[in-house]
């Protein structure tokens, strides 16, 4: 109660200084217009989102083959992947706001406050990501491949996270006002569709791969009736080719990795930010965390992203095992990613210019909604191809809009708190951190829900068929479930309280407002 009484008297004191700061930032920001630039110059911009690629190659990789991975070429229990899967993004989750913190507490250096996190985390980011899909040089136990598994998942979520959160607080560095800085995110947002684009073509033909040895081992099965359709030791020696696709895909985004981060540090060099101040109130871990959670719009916005998160990670997770298992479109996944992808990577200056007419609030619901009857169509005819398909168009428009409008409004969020608790600086990495930590765990969270349910309806690693019990669970987490979370988030979305048209009022507007 004493710290909070203390702070609340330093902002109170503050408030004349706020005024004054808002004034040399108005001389500052009109000095820079009459530089010619007053913005964020298209070089800068082109740097940073490509920043943003080995976060998003990783996560496709690690969600779409991962699990198809351990599960069948590893031949790893369900209950055991289950469990890797959600520790690690458990863990994950956990490290974000830990890292954030740490970076919001890092001092200015030379080349930035940010930038020395991302160069150090860049190097064993790559090397643990490779790791990820090895397995253990000779090894037959079980109990060493879980430990093997779940240490370099664990150990890789946290370099990322080293690497991922200074990037995404980078967006408050660069320089510009709230549009410039909402322009800067489309563009990161369209390059990293294109490199989604990209890791799906990747990670597509190592499916494919995986498909046609595995009906091939099933059909050797069939033909000799020497063992059950269940069961597996045939087929380890036919995905020995499986494994090095595996293994070579890993490689591939290891470079891609390593070349998109050394153009960020090349292109992108950090700007003082405008909201800085000398009289600065250093906040514990705990205090800043409850300061969070407490501001309303960061509550709502928070809320609303984690549900929504929650169910495009729901279908989108299943995406894989769906088409192979429930639509019998296993040979056709990499066509059906591929149109996913290009509809969002499409969608993305759409919803850009979407968003500039009608506002971010009212553009989240139109995309969102659309994603609906898209999944509802789906479930119900899941083998009519140019159906699902033409659904998939619907679910990358949709996608689009969950990739792009909450880190367009998250900023948003970060503006009021500054304006509002002036004293209480430098907690932008806080800010992204936590938000991506709750991405995180809806991610967790579905990855852990699925496979645990595949577990209790039967689910066998490296089966060649599988009962009905598996194809209606994967029809339910694809479908209803995905819808009744899409639902409650929606509903989160209705309650947020920024309109960006009056963030882009002068400060001393909104001071006097409130």
Not at 83 to 112: E, H, N
Not at 344 to 370: D, E, M
Not at 390 to 416: E, H, K, N, Q, R
Request: charged fraction near 10%; hydrophobic fraction near 45%; glycine fraction near 6%.
């Amino acid at each position: 109660m004493s710290c909070c009484k203390d702070i609340t008297n330093q902002v109170q004191t503050l408030k004349n200084k706020l005024l004054k700061q808002t004034a040399d930032r108005n001389s500052c920001s009109e000095g820079q217009r009459q530089r010619g630039s007053g913005g964020i110059r298209l070089a800068r911009k082109m740097c940073y989102a490509v920043g943003g690629v080995p976060h998003q190659i990783t996560t496709l990789a690690v969600g779409v083959s991962l699990q198809i991975f351990l599960l069948d070429v590893v031949q790893m229990e369900a209950s055991y992947v289950s469990m890797i899967l959600f520790a690690s993004q458990a863990w994950d989750a956990v490290t974000d706001p830990l890292v954030g913190y740490l970076v919001s507490r890092s001092k200015w250096t030379p080349i930035g406050k940010l930038t020395p996190w991302l160069i150090l985390s860049t190097p064993f980011g790559v090397l643990s990501y490779v790791l990820l899909w090895l397995e253990p040089p000779g090894s037959t136990s079980q109990a060493l491949n879980v430990l093997w598994f779940l240490t370099s998942a664990c150990l890789f979520e946290t370099l990322m996270s080293c690497y991922n959160i200074p990037y995404l607080s980078l967006n408050m560095f660069l320089g510009g006002d709230q549009r410039d800085r909402d322009s800067a995110t489309a563009y990161r947002k369209i390059v990293e569709m294109v490199a989604m684009l990209l890791a799906s073509l990747i990670q597509g033909q190592v499916v494919a791969v995986y498909n046609t040895e595995k009906q091939e081992a099933c059909q050797q099965l069939d033909q000799a009736h020497e063992t059950t359709p269940s069961s597996s030791s045939p087929q380890t020696a036919s995905l020995h080719k499986t494994q090095r696709a595996f293994l070579t895909s890993a490689m591939v985004m290891a470079a891609l990795y390593f070349l998109c981060s050394l153009v960020l540090f090349l292109g992108v060099k950090e700007q003082q930010a405008p909201l800085s101040s000398a009289d600065k109130v250093q906040l514990s871990y705990l205090t800043s965390l409850k300061m969070l959670i407490c501001h309303v719009p960061y509550q709502r916005l928070v809320l609303g992203f984690v549900f929504s998160a929650f169910a495009f990670q729901m279908s989108l997770g299943n995406f894989a095992l769906f088409c192979s298992h429930a639509a019998g479109l296993g040979t056709q996944f990499q066509h059906l990613l591929l149109v996913l992808l290009v509809s969002s990577s499409v969608a993305v200056p759409v919803w850009q210019a979407v968003l500039l007419r009608k506002g971010k609030k009212a553009t989240v619901f139109i995309g969102l909604s659309l994603f609906i009857p898209a999944v509802t169509v789906v479930a119900c005819v899941p083998s009519n191809l140019p159906v699902f398909m033409t659904m998939c168009v619907l679910m990358g428009f949709s996608m689009a809009t969950i990739i792009l409008l909450p880190w367009s409004m998250l900023p948003d969020v970060v503006d009021d708190f500054a304006l509002r608790h002036p004293s209480c600086q430098d907690l932008e990495p806080l800010f992204f951190s936590c938000y991506a930590f709750c991405s995180k765990l809806a991610a967790g969270l579905s990855i852990g829900i699925s496979t645990m349910t595949l577990q209790f309806v039967g689910y066998k690693a490296g089966a060649c068929n599988h009962g009905d019990g598996v194809v209606m669970a994967l029809t339910v987490l694809f479908s209803p479930v995905s819808v009744a979370l899409l639902l409650i988030g929606m509903i989160f979305f209705c309650f947020y309280p920024i309109d960006e048209r009056q963030c882009v009022q002068p400060p001393e507007q909104k001071t006097t407002v409130q």
